[in-house]
């Protein structure tokens, strides 16, 4: 069974950074493509990042000069470092892994979500 267990989020001021962590058991290599979505109150879910196997990244439109993906096969783990933090980037951030990076399927795994509230 996997499971997708994401940590980091908290309350930030404007400006500032996060590091979310998403550790992937029992191993990274269970899925093709992992990827973190934000939803924020009231708003539908949006991809903001993902990874692939390979190593290949894609980002949203408003998040590829300020955050960046990256993973840690060895930790069995992906990270989304987010710098410059709006308060506009307020929502829950779901670590989703699948078959498909950017395509949410039936097959997709995701982990509990991590609160991140930015301050103004």
């Known amino acids: 069974q996997v499971q997708l267990v994401e940590s980091g989020g908290g309350l930030v001021q404007a400006g500032e950074s996060l590091r979310l962590s998403c550790v992937v058991k029992?191993?990274?290599?269970?899925?093709?493509?992992i990827s973190w979505y934000r939803q924020a109150p009231g708003k539908q879910r949006e991809l903001v990042a993902g990874?692939?196997?390979?190593?290949?990244?894609h980002y949203a439109d408003s998040s590829e000069d300020r955050f960046a993906i990256s993973k840690d096969n060895a930790e069995s783990t992906v990270y989304l470092q987010m710098d410059s933090l709006k308060p506009a980037d307020t929502a829950v951030y779901y670590c989703?892994?699948?078959?498909?990076?950017?395509?949410?399927?039936?097959?997709?795994?995701w982990g509990q979500g991590t609160q991140v509230t930015v301050s103004s």
């Open positions: 990874i692939t196997r390979g190593g290949s990244t």
């Open positions: 989703n892994g699948g078959p498909i990076l950017g395509v949410v399927t039936e097959y997709d795994y």
């Open positions: 029992p191993n990274i290599f269970t899925l093709n493509a």
